[in-house]
């Protein structure tokens, strides 16, 4: 493969490149770019700008020629990503298509994608709890996995660093299995929440259901304002893209922060094929891009590179990293790059009813659940089954009332439609899952992509484990629904694929032993210093909260180490 190399001349020479522009990539742009460094984002996708490609945020229902959904022709040619939670008609095109970027799957998986500036940022859950404690050493303590290099204390003041700018509504409860952090107003708890709640105290005594914490401003911070970003509309419309920048993505916060420093060059339509290993140096010099729609191939240039192009194309472009000193995939010397793949398991849900409250409402189309905390496995292992498991919860009035008699049509059911239905009550289930060496990716052998890069292959699946899990967790879900007042409780095992979380990570593990992991504790690759990989590939183990936010807290800490180093001359 013949490359344009400039080298030289400067042209193609940063201080910094990034692979990925979303939730970490933006934050990894962001630190570089503030701390003087010249820093090229690599994007695989087209170029989004805040507010201006957002072509469906104000549209109503009756503007869209599906009324939100796709033409049978679509679904049929997209079985996959259509699958995706809240795809649909206003936000397909935050999505790629199944065609845009295939792979080989050896057992099902779900790899949901979103390919342009701002990544899946633009369609996150915005959920964005802390890791506590228990979940960093519990893989060790209950020998169910390795330990990770670092713990709570060594993230800790990154959380608040990265909560403070990009904004996060929450309460402090004092919970230590999900710590506090630096939190706007919570939206309302609404009315029968509140009575579960007080249910749960007076049956249980480790069962606390609380505000969860999302990336939602509630209320604008100084901070918020600089970034141009304004106060969260209640509209529910997020994955549409928000033109009032009322939750956090990498398009609407922390890439135009970059920007505005002058040290930040974006390049879209750039798949990368490879990092360039330099063997004389014994470190990485660059990046090896293909442009997606002339096929040119491009060579650039820096002293540090970090990868965050989201945990499975992490690991792809890891292993087509391909050099003399390292024939198997930069860094892997352990032969373990692309093994423990894990996720989250999604799989369990309970749906009810509850009388009463029908003189009470709730403001808006609140975009945030409650948590039921984890209450499994934290201080002693206590179930047969390992990890722990976030329970989301939500109660709401639905949207008009049961069918009557004279059925869906009419003066009665129309005037009907002006007034709320009962409430209905929801749980789901957000489990950790263990990761296993068998659960892994590679590069195919035989099949490549349009620009001649190996498939990736998937071979992820569950085990008895998750079984377990998700037994525990109806049985203690329809017992606790029962307690409170619950009716109509129907327990759901949705059976899914691995993948349809969009939580995929490992891979690329963080280690304190370069003989059982990729990265250390700065998420360096071990032997090869000046490439860090912040994204979900770098995780260890999966935890039971959402990492997205750890993921940003990782990437703020490794990227001011490196600018540290680099200082030092030591990168």
Not at 250 to 263: K, M, Y
Not at 503 to 532: A, Y
Request: contains cysteine; hydrophobic residues 35%; charged residues 20%.
């Amino acid at each position: 493969m013949t490359a344009n190399r400039n080298q030289n001349s400067g042209i193609n020479t940063f201080d910094a490149i990034v692979i990925g522009s979303g939730i970490s990539g933006g934050w990894a742009a962001k630190e570089l770019c503030e701390q003087g460094l010249k820093t090229l984002v690599l994007e695989r996708g087209r170029n989004i700008e805040h507010n201006k490609d957002y072509p469906t945020a104000n549209m109503d229902p009756w503007d869209f020629k599906y009324r939100g959904r796709m033409s049978k022709a679509f679904y049929k040619e997209n079985p996959l990503i259509t699958k995706s939670a809240g795809y649909g008609e206003d936000c397909a095109h935050f999505f790629i298509k199944d065609e845009d970027h295939p792979y080989v799957q050896e057992k099902p998986f779900d790899w949901i994608r979103g390919y342009q500036v701002g990544g899946k940022s633009l369609t996150w859950g915005r959920a964005t709890q802390r890791w506590s404690e228990f979940e960093f050493t519990a893989p060790e303590r209950f020998g169910y996995g390795m330990a990770w290099p670092i713990g709570y204390d060594d993230v800790a003041p990154w959380y608040s660093h990265v909560e403070k700018f990009i904004g996060i509504c929450g309460h402090k409860d004092n919970l230590p299995a999900m710590p506090d952090g630096e939190f706007l107003p919570p939206f309302e708890m609404n009315c029968v929440l509140q009575d579960i709640r007080q249910s749960l105290k007076a049956n249980y005594n480790d069962r606390h259901l609380v505000h969860a914490r999302w990336a939602h401003l509630t209320e604008t911070r100084d901070v918020h304002l600089k970034q141009g970003r304004g106060k969260c509309q209640a509209r529910n419309l997020c994955m549409r893209g928000c033109p009032f920048g009322g939750y956090f993505s990498s398009v609407s916060s922390t890439l135009p922060w970059a920007q505005q420093t002058g040290n930040l060059t974006i390049r879209p339509f750039s798949v990368v094929h490879s990092i360039i290993y330099d063997e004389k140096l014994g470190k990485a010099s660059g990046v090896r891009v293909i442009d997606t729609n002339t096929k040119e191939v491009t060579d650039y240039f820096a002293r540090i590179i970090f990868l965050n192009a989201s945990a499975l194309n992490s690991n792809l472009i890891l292993l087509n990293s391909t050099s003399n000193r390292f024939p198997d995939g930069l860094g892997n010397d352990s032969g373990l790059l692309g093994k423990f793949i894990a996720f989250h398991n999604y799989r369990a849900s309970l749906s009810a009813t509850i009388d009463g409250y029908l003189d009470k409402y709730y403001y808006g189309r609140n975009p945030t659940d409650l948590i039921l905390v984890n209450y499994r496995n934290l201080e002693k292992q206590e179930t047969d089954y390992y990890g722990g498991f976030t329970t989301f919860m939500n109660a709401y009035r639905s949207q008009h009332p049961a069918e009557t008699d004279e059925g869906q049509i009419g003066a009665a059911y129309k005037d009907g439609l002006s007034e709320p239905g009962g409430w209905n009550v929801y749980m789901y289930l957000q489990g950790e899952t263990v990761p296993k060496e068998s659960n892994h990716v590679r590069l195919s052998k035989t099949e490549k992509d349009q620009w001649g890069i190996p498939l990736l292959v998937t071979s992820v699946e569950y085990d008895e484990n998750d079984e377990r899990m998700i037994k525990d967790f109806l049985t203690q879900s329809t017992e606790m629904l029962e307690k409170s007042g619950c009716k109509n409780i129907l327990p759901y095992n949705n059976k899914q694929a691995p993948g349809l979380d969009i939580h995929e990570m490992g891979g690329v593990r963080m280690g304190k032993d370069p003989k059982t992991s990729l990265l250390n504790g700065w998420n360096q690759l071990h032997h090869c210093k000046n490439v860090f990989v912040t994204d979900g590939a770098c995780m260890t183990s999966t935890g039971n909260q959402s990492p997205s936010l750890l993921y940003m807290a990782l990437t703020a800490r490794a990227a001011t180490y490196a600018v540290q180093e680099m200082k030092k001359g030591n990168l």
